[in-house]
């Protein structure tokens, strides 16, 4: 599984889309908190004028809703295109083991992306009182939201065995999850399910977990929903080899 | 035990039946070309021998092991270079192998020395810090095989491994086959006969899915050669050679005669024994009178018995 999840991180190091992913992110938090604000509503850390750092976090799920596909997008369908993986697949390895491989480098980059990012918290702290609770809180939210999106991500790649193809639909469904739960489309849902997007929402979730409220049925939905999407690629896996 | 049963193997892809109903036995130390038209269902048997695919139904084992049971177990021992050699491109030769090594649990000095011997074998020195994707086809399909030996296989599968290399090239990756298979396993996928020739010592044809021919390289062509042919040379002219011959016994099919100054030959064709046509032809031309320059039989060669296994009906377009 190590082996694998190097020689994915290796791949990524080798190609642009590492850097790319690297920059934007940071690039796309620290620009919108600071300069040109949060995208439809326009507050930025001074027009908001506290340390609160929620405005800030609430970038996380929007720059993954596009970066992470574009990430996660990839993994499957470079191998299937060029033929290796059926070296892979032909290797004393479990189907399970590539694709926690392919996940797990996908999760590296990720957490460095984070890792970037620090130097906002830090700026603002240096300007007041910042309460780092919070701030480490949501980044455990977003690395968790991370790899929700980045294992729907990987599983869309291995179905459709096509780049542009896998990344369209990886951001409309992670999209969708972001924005269940929302007011103004919940006036687009019959009132009855309210309730199951509200529940189904990631932002919500996300939300919670970033006001440095670790709650465990939060981090559990963001498990599952991780684990449903790895375990749905290994059955892909599993299947075709009977197709 | 046979290192390879593949017993009554089916595969169907949707409506189309890929294999239908494969048997055969494998031992150790047999080279086996594994000859077929192209769609016959050659690499859908490797496909499944290596656990890539499922069979539809029947049972593959590889050294006593189920190939859907025990599918790593399996792939454990087995090298194998998949048609058209896939490789990482962004790696060099170096990173690749030691990647491959990973994969296969191996570490440290065992994989260095390993990885030292396939690079000797393969002749891969010069390029061993290049990336892949600068390579020559030459070299791919070297580092390839270097892939597929790396771990001391019992078991070494190769498809195609001789596609687009140039004589020299060919010439080398026959002598690596031969070297390894004096001791393991191998199978050969090819549709080039010579090479198989050249290579195995036994053959298995395919066609529509289905098993045609298997048997030792040589007795193949004696078996399946079903008529005798001659060419036959004699002093004088090709009319009166034709006259001679046509009243051989079974209706024989007579070439068409070529002079060649004093000596005219022809070849001649008959459906029946080898030994007894060849008797009934020297009769025929001691009544004729003519005096016999040359008399050479004609055995099938594998292309031959090839030809004639795999022909299909020809489509009208």
Not at chain 1, 52 to 58: A, G, N, P, R
Request: charged residues 20%.
């Amino acid at each position: 599984m190590n082996t694998i999840a190097w020689k994915e991180l290796r791949s990524f190091l080798n190609s642009p889309i590492a850097y790319i992913f690297l920059i934007a992110f940071t690039g796309w938090l620290a620009g919108s908190y600071f300069v040109w604000g949060k995208v439809g509503q326009g507050v930025t850390f001074f027009s908001v004028g506290n340390t609160s750092l929620d405005v800030y976090f609430s970038l996380v799920p929007q720059a993954f809703v596009l970066l992470i596909p574009a990430l996660a997008m990839r993994l499957w369908p470079d191998e299937i295109k060029s033929g290796t993986v059926e070296l892979l697949m032909t290797y004393p390895v479990r189907s399970w083991e590539v694709v926690c491989g392919k996940f797990l480098a996908g999760i590296w980059l990720i957490a460095l992306g984070l890792l970037f990012t620090l130097p906002v918290p830090w700026t603002v702290g240096a300007y007041g009182d910042l309460d780092w609770g919070p701030v480490w809180g949501a980044y455990i939210a977003s690395l968790f939201l991370g790899g929700a999106f980045l294992s729907i991500g990987l599983f869309m790649g291995a179905l459709c065995s096509e780049q542009v193809t896998a990344f369209i639909v990886t951001a409309a469904i992670c999209l969708l999850f972001v924005l269940m739960g929302d007011t103004l489309i919940n006036l687009f849902i019959p009132k009855g399910l309210h309730a199951l997007s509200n529940a189904l929402s990631f932002s919500s979730r996300f939300n919670y977990l970033g006001r440095g409220v670790v709650d465990v049925a939060d981090t559990f939905y963001f498990g599952s929903v991780t684990a449903v999407f790895l375990m749905l690629n290994v059955t892909v896996l599993e299947t075709r080899k009977g197709a | 035990m046979s290192m390879i049963e593949v017993d009554d193997l089916r595969k169907d892809y949707g409506s189309f039946r890929a294999l239908d109903g494969v048997s055969f036995k494998l031992d150790r130390g047999e080279i086996l070309g594994f000859l077929g038209p192209n769609g016959a269902g050659k690499t859908t048997t490797m496909k499944i021998l290596t656990g890539f695919l499922y069979p539809t139904s029947g049972r593959a084992t590889v050294a006593g092991h189920d190939v859907m049971e025990n599918s790593v177990e399996v792939r454990r021992r087995i090298g194998y270079l998949p048609e058209h050699t896939p490789l990482y491109d962004d790696m060099t030769v170096s990173e690749y192998l030691h990647t491959c090594g990973r994969l296969r649990s191996m570490s440290g000095a065992h994989l260095a020395e390993r990885t030292k011997i396939v690079v000797g074998l393969t002749a891969l020195g010069p390029k061993y810090r290049a990336p892949i994707h600068t390579l020559s086809k030459g070299y791919r399909q070297r580092v390839g095989l270097a892939q597929a030996l790396l771990h001391e296989p019992e078991i070494i599968i190769l498809d195609e491994p001789t596609v687009g290399l140039d004589p020299n090239q060919v010439v080398d990756v026959r002598a690596i086959m031969r070297e390894v298979g004096r001791d393991r396993t191998v199978i050969l996928c090819s549709h080039i006969l010579p090479e198989v020739e050249a290579v195995c010592g036994r053959v298995i044809i395919i066609d529509d899915g289905k098993i045609v021919a298997d048997g030792a390289t040589a007795e193949l062509g004696r078996q399946h050669a079903g008529a005798a042919h001659f060419r036959v040379e004699v002093v004088g002219d090709a009319a009166s050679l034709a006259v001679a011959l046509q009243t051989l016994p079974g209706n024989p099919t007579l070439g068409a005669p070529h002079s060649d100054g004093a000596t005219s030959s022809i070849t001649v064709t008959a459906a029946v024994d080898p030994a007894d046509a060849a008797a009934a032809i020297i009769a025929a031309l001691n009544n004729a009178g003519l005096r016999l320059v040359a008399f050479e039989p004609k055995h099938a060669s594998l292309e031959d018995v090839f030809r004639k296994l795999t022909r299909r009906k020809e489509h009208s377009a």
